[in-house]
């Protein structure tokens, strides 16, 4: 490959003419934003282990209330890209969220995404555009572009929840901003029970689809869960037993830009996944598992998150040979095949 002209090949003099225009020369950079063959990748494979992160959550709670934070957060940022830049991968946030008992974390809304993967404990709930959600370890629960959301809590133990945002990217497109509102009207709860039947979906007076945009806001855990199991036994020749989180009326992914899914892997099963363009991001829910990233593993015990970079050979494998291991997966399949640089690499 031709060794291409840098800058200091170039006059002083020159340069100055140049940036004195507001113009820059390609060349020096060229390669640097195409590089040959494969993305130049700032992930970096990291793992957030939930017993370390904890204990420095719960004192965010002392040390801040939540009128101070007003979402109590701390943010699972991918060294790769630098902490203060806040974000797991090119596209994905993470965040670790307290709520405690009693408090409320008041309704707003935005232009990225946002879901959340509810960690621990019992009584809290999301209002996604009127509609209550309660929260129980493993439940997805989807507060999509544009929709009001708040949380309360009438339990009695602290509250923790994954969040999982397309924030980097909504930022980075400049089009990151957020309304403040009144309080919900509560009109609605436990919608998604109306899908709760494979093939089986509402049709008041034989009309098809729904007024809602979005029309499945929480997907139970248990649900998911049984569906994995169900899978499992299946005779269904599969490479893995994985499920979406889809719209329930279209089949799409269930939100624009980031894709949720969760898998089961049989005890002692290793899935070598295939190397595709999209970050992915792993969440184990239950048991005990590995994911190597380029070769390198980390352990995963309950709640314990890791990022992997796209382009790059994963593996995952159940450390336990009698119990199967549950994963929730986040990554960026809907916005690169959106975009038309979706790959997967032989
Ligand atoms: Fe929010």
Known sequence: MQQLGTLEDLPLHYREALSAQNLVPLWPSLRAVLPPGKPALRTRPTCWSYAALRPLLLQAGELTPIEKAERRVLVLANPGHGLEKMQASSSIYLGMQLLLPGEWAPAHKHTPNAVRMIVEGEGA????????????????????????????????????????????????????????????????????????????????????????????????????????????????????????????????????????SALM??????????????????????????????????????????????????SLKNRSTSEPAFLFIADESPLHKKLGVYEVRP
């Not at 239950?286 to 709640?303: H, K, M, Q, W």
């Open 125 to 260: 709930y999301t209002t996604v555009d009127g509609e209550k959600c309660p929260m129980h370890r493993g439940d997805l629960i989807l507060t999509p572009t544009g929709l009001w959301h708040e949380h309360g809590h009438d339990g009695s133990e602290p509250v923790i929840w994954l969040d999982v945002l397309d924030l980097p990217l909504v930022y980075y497109t400049e089009a990151s901003y957020h309304v403040e509102g009144r309080a919900q009207e509560v009109r609605t709860t436990l919608a998604e029970r109306s899908y709760a039947r494979g093939g089986i979906v509402p049709s008041p007076v034989f009309t098809r689809g729904s007024a809602r945009q979005y029309p499945m806001l929480r997907y139970p855990w248990a649900e998911a869960r049984a569906a994995l199991l169900d899978l499992a036994e299946s005779q269904l020749q599969l490479d893995a037993v994985q499920v979406a989180y889809v719209n329930p009326e279209t089949g799409a992914d269930c939100q624009n830009i980031l894709g949720f």
């Open 265 to 314: 892997l049989r005890p002692g099963e290793t899935l070598n996944l295939p190397v595709r363009s999209p970050a992915m991001v792993f969440h184990l829910i239950e048991g005990s598992a590995e994911v190597a990233i380029d070769g390198n593993p980390f352990a995963l015990a309950p709640a314990d998150t890791c990022c992997a970079p796209g382009y790059t050979p994963v």
